[in-house]
């Protein structure tokens, strides 16, 4: 009982699914892909004869064209590496989220916060740091392995920080921010207030 195998549990319980899914309804994060952003991207990246009917639509299509790509064979769709370093990565919809962070948390063995967020970020795309932290508050083999524990939560108490400090972190941690799909903005210019 004190060392259940982590690999046989899931990390999430099905009342966490349900928390998450309402928290992704409420909290809109435009560096989720919905399904019907998923759609949007295939449809400008299939159809080369589709034409754009507005400068918006224009910018969006040069962004998705430029950003996106579809693997040949498997028809993934991919977001293209920014550098020489990086690699292609999936693209996630949102409702794949906790599985996908499930997944990944699990096959590094419930490391903390930082390297599971550099696992997935290295790997797929859509998926927000924010959501990554909401769900890994809640994983429950890591509640219960306190040396698994994310050690951003073991250094509150000695600074002395709110808890939500962490969340007013992530827009400083350097990776997350600077891809957020412009063309999504572009498309929702009544939220940007332009
Ligand atoms: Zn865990």
């Known amino acids: 009982m004190a060392r259940a195998s982590s690999i046989d549990l899931n990390a999430f319980t099905p009342s966490t ?3 998450f899914q309402q928290y992704v309804l409420e909290s809109p994060n435009n ?14 990246l299939t159809n080369p004869r589709k034409r754009p009917s507005s400068q918006k639509e224009f910018s969006r299509r040069n962004y ?3 950003s996106f790509i579809l693997e040949e064979g498997s028809q993934l769709l991919l977001a293209r590496a920014k550098t020489a370093v990086d690699k292609d990565r999936i693209v ?8 996908v962070v499930e997944s990944v948390h699990n096959n590094i ?10 696992a997935i970020n290295t790997s797929y795309y859509g998926v927000p740091r924010s959501d990554l932290i909401f ?7 890591c509640a219960r392995n306190p040396s698994k524990r994310p050690k951003s939560s073991l250094r509150i108490p000695l ?5 939500d400090q962490e969340v007013h972190d992530f827009p400083n941690s350097g990776e997350m921010q600077y891809d957020f799909p412009s063309w999504y903005a572009l498309a929702n210019h009544h939220n940007t207030g332009d």
């Open 135 to 141: 769900l890994l508050r809640r994983c429950q083999i």
């Open 17 to 19: 699914r349900a928390t």
């Open 64 to 66: 998705v064209q430029k």
């Open 159 to 163: 600074n002395a920080q709110p808890i």
């Open 109 to 118: 063995g419930h490391a903390g916060w930082d390297a599971t967020w550099k």
């Open 92 to 99: 996630v919809t949102e409702d794949m989220i906790i599985d």
């Open 31 to 44: 560096r989720r892909v919905s399904q019907s952003d998923k759609g949007a991207i295939i449809g400008w």
